[in-house]
């Protein structure tokens, strides 16, 4: 349907119908405009100096002088971070630098022992991880926590928020929430085909292997329509069929205006996918910058590249039988 001809439209549709129409266009052209945004965002990157700590020209999260201690131990202590607003950056390291501690601390999983970080503005260091995801930065776990005797589709379903079926008086009344919980029932399946899980909509999700359990884990976290994400290796344990599918719908988020931060230890994946990297070695920021940036830098080879850290020893269990 052209622009031109809108009036016209209308008048051969019901009010109803013409009114859908006009709200999907000015749906479609605000999608363009946000991913025209999106574009913007990860190319203003381009002026920035790969410096760690390094301001950046439209963050969604600040954190400043974040720790965390086990004992004696020193897991995180991070000075400052920027993560620049609707770009794709990859959170590198050696085994034990701190990468999932430091996903579990701002994500309200872990409780820091000092520091604060503001995500859109809003401090988050005294929530927990609910208020967190409520405010829009949700994250997935290294290893997945998928309700193994419910189905692909109610783990889900579950993962939607503010459901009305949910409170006591309003969960009487079926009319009251069953129009809500059709349309969360349609993005659910929505994303499952996204992710390659239609055929296993109704099996447990303890049926599922590891790496569909990874996608049905991105899916879920993606039911609360996030404004941004932090994947703790998502693509570990994923066949590689599915890896290259995982990696067009991280690229498709961020062209939709999301942030994305990512754990990855596959060089090629992360060189390929990021707009930026942050590297940690020993809990702590050590380089951060473009691919070019990090793939030159002495302290990031020295810390990490010198590792042969690969997908195949990774924590989450392989599956290139992912077959169903
Ligand atoms: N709950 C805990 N209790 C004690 N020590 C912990 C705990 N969680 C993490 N650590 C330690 O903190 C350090 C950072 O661990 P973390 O899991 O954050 O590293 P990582 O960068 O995610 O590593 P990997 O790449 O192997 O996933 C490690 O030395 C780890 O042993
Ligand atoms: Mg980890």
């Known amino acids: 349907m052209s622009d031109n001809n809108s009036a016209s439209d209308c008048g051969s549709m019901s009010d109803n119908n013409g009114a859908n129409g006009l709200a999907a266009r000015a749906e479609a052209v605000s999608a363009a405009a946000e991913q025209t945004r999106s574009a913007t965002e990860a190319r203003a990157l381009a002026g920035v100096e790969p410096i760690p700590g390094v301001a950046k020209p439209d963050p969604i999260l600040i954190v400043d002088n974040v720790s965390r201690y086990f004992g004696g131990l020193r897991a995180i202590s991070v000075d400052h971070l920027e993560v620049q607003r609707g770009a794709i950056t990859a959170l590198i390291g050696p085994n034990g630098a701190g990468k999932t501690t430091f996903f579990n601390v701002l994500t309200g999983f872990d409780s820091a022992d000092s520091g604060s970080w503001r995500f859109e503005g809003v401090p988050l260091q005294s929530l927990p991880a609910y208020k967190v995801a409520r405010l829009g930065l949700v994250r997935t776990f290294q290893l997945t926590k998928a309700l193994m005797r419910l189905t692909a589709l109610e783990n889900l379903m579950l993962g939607a928020t503010g459901q009305r079926g949910e409170r006591f008086f309003p969960a009487l009344l079926k009319p009251l929430w069953s129009g809500q919980e059709r349309k969360i029932a349609e993005r659910a399946d929505r994303l499952l085909n996204g992710f390659s ?128």
Request: net charge negative; glycine share 8%; with cysteine.
């Open 197 to 324: 899980l239609t055929r296993m909509r109704d099996e447990f999700a303890g049926t599922l292997s590891g790496g569909q359990r990874k996608l049905l884990e991105m899916a879920r976290a993606l039911m609360v329509e996030p404004t941004m994400v932090m994947l703790d290796e998502p693509m570990a344990g994923v066949n590689p069929a599915l890896t290259q599918s995982l990696l067009g719908h991280v690229r498709e988020l961020r062209d939709n205006g999301m942030t994305i931060v990512l754990v990855e230890h596959d060089m090629d994946v992360v060189m390929g996918i990021s707009d930026w990297i942050v590297c940690f070695a020993d809990g702590e920021l050590i380089a951060e910058g473009r691919p070019d940036d990090i793939r030159a830098n002495p302290a990031v080879i020295d810390a990490y590249l010198g590792t042969s850290r690969t997908t195949e020893n990774s924590s989450e269990p392989n599956d290139h039988e992912d077959k169903k």
